[in-house]
């Protein structure tokens, strides 16, 4: 009985040696897997500068409302351009999450922040109006922003519908 037991221990030893022999790896397969972390460590790096600059953004934007009472008289522009603008009158929510009012001083563009404050004028008639930017948009061909009902009738625009402005960013 007793060499019975030897047998299948000795069994034993040999099935466990052959699980102990690590594995063969190959340096294309070393290769593979340190590009697959590198790419991943670049797009971890990626997302946190991406992350960082959002967070600045959204920072300088709080401090700017912050101050903007205090600096109400100080104006500063920073940057004029000329497009034309148009008007819009549908929609339930902005961009931006808030609810669309046709009665308030608004507009659309398609690259400025959120918040962002646009002293316009049309070239026209020398009418100008000061919006806040809160919706992406125009999306037509040509135009670069759109304005809310209200601003249009400041800007005297609501009958032809376009009219050429003059922006200029108000910091």
């Known amino acids: ?3 019975i037991r030897w ?8 099935a466990i040696r052959i699980h102990l022999n690590p594995p063969s790896v190959s340096a294309a397969g070393v290769r593979s897997v340190f590009q697959l972390f590198a790419i ?13 600059s959002v967070v600045t953004q959204k920072s ?21 351009s000329h497009g034309l603008a148009s008007f819009y009158t549908e929609g339930t929510q902005t961009a931006n999450g808030e609810m ?13 922040p959120f918040g962002t404050r646009l002293r316009l004028t049309n070239v026209a008639t020398g009418r100008s109006v000061t919006v806040r930017v809160n919706d992406r948009g ?20 609501v009958g032809p519908g376009v ?8 910091q």
């Open 1 to 3: 009985m007793s060499s």
């Open 7 to 14: 047998a299948r221990t000795s069994l034993d030893i040999k």
């Open 40 to 52: 991943a460590l670049g797009a971890a790096s990626l997302a946190a500068c991406a992350q960082s």
């Open 60 to 80: 300088e934007l709080a401090a700017a409302s912050r101050q903007a009472p205090l600096e109400h008289n100080r104006t500063k522009i920073q940057v004029a």
């Open 100 to 112: 669309f009012n046709t009665l308030q001083l608004t507009a659309a563009h398609r690259t400025l």
């Open 138 to 157: 125009p999306f037509v061909p040509g135009r670069v922003v759109d304005v809310s009902y209200s601003a249009a009738e400041t800007l005297g625009m």
């Open 163 to 170: 009219a050429k402005v003059k922006i200029e960013v108000l």
